[in-house]
């Protein structure tokens, strides 16, 4: 569990990281719209190859972003599964006896495994480069439109903000719990099924008691700082969008309008 990076800040000194978190997030939404358009895998490539470049640029290590894909191989191998047993269409690809492999049960398998490693990549850049703050801010900005028909737009952006913060306070709290509980003789690991799911319940009771214990202090400390839901705010940041803010939206709008392009004509 300690491999999951999602909702983890990584504070570097980079130019992604110093971009307007509005921007980002707008460049992660049109992005993710794109991986949904069918541009064959040139396309993928190409996004692929720029998103890599935004790695780079934000200074992150690719095993740090492996480490958030590593928890989806036991579920891209499930749908492989699901995949050779249930599609029959396609080129023949080789038979196991009574098995036929298609082509198209191997292919599907990539375009989903492709499209959901995109959007790990994605969200964990986003994630990694903002910080929650500046998050709650940006999903706050951007909602604000929405307040004209009473959508509450801070309360929505405070519990995105939470949400992300506590991902990995509660993977570290689960691996706190795990090793307290093999030191007392509790095995997680080995044992007949039903002990095994003992030995889990063992483990989810004291991490939901630690979670409302967490939330309930993060209310009073909340309250004790005068917050209340709904009244109006200042701020002490204010967000201003910059030339790159711009770049960046630009390039994510021309790779939307690539992958339309790319989908038209292949």
């Not at 396309?43 to 992150?60: D, E, N, P, T």
């Not at 003992?198 to 939330?215: C, E, G, K, N, T």
């Not at 803010?245 to 790319?262: E, F, N, R």
Request: aromatic share 10%; charged share 15%.
């Amino acid at each position: 569990m300690g491999n999951i990076t999602l909702g983890r800040y990584v504070p570097l000194d980079s130019p992604v990281h110093k971009m307007d978190p509005r921007a980002k997030i707008m460049a992660m939404l049109l992005m993710l719209i794109a991986i949904f358009i069918p541009a064959g895998w040139l396309g993928y490539g190409v996004m692929l190859a720029v998103v890599s470049l935004v790695i780079i640029a934000a200074k992150l290590s690719f095993g740090f972003i492996w480490k958030s894909m590593k928890p989806m191989l036991v579920m891209f191998c499930f749908l492989f599964i699901i995949n050779l047993l249930f599609v029959k269409t396609g080129d023949v690809l080789f038979v196991v006896g009574s098995f036929t492999v298609y082509s198209d049960a191997v292919f599907n398998t990539l375009y989903i495994v492709v499209r959901l490693l995109l959007m790990i990549m994605i969200t964990t850049c986003l994630t990694a480069t903002t910080k929650p703050l500046d998050m709650t801010l940006g999903i706050e900005d951007l909602l604000g439109p929405f307040e004209k028909i009473h959508v509450p737009s801070h309360e929505i952006a405070m519990l995105i903000s939470i949400a992300l913060r506590f991902i990995p306070d509660l993977i570290d709290e689960t691996q706190r719990i795990m090793k307290a509980q093999e030191s007392r003789g509790v095995d997680l690991k080995e044992g007949k099924f039903m002990e095994r799911v003992m030995a889990i319940l063992s483990l989810i009771v004291p991490l939901f008691v630690s979670a409302f214990q967490r939330a309930e202090d993060l209310a009073n400390a909340m309250e004790a700082r005068g917050y209340a839901p709904g009244e109006p705010r200042t701020r002490y940041k204010i967000l201003k969008m910059q030339t790159r803010d711009y770049v960046l939206l630009s390039g994510s709008v021309a790779m939307l309008a690539l992958m339309i392009v790319l989908a038209i004509v292949l």
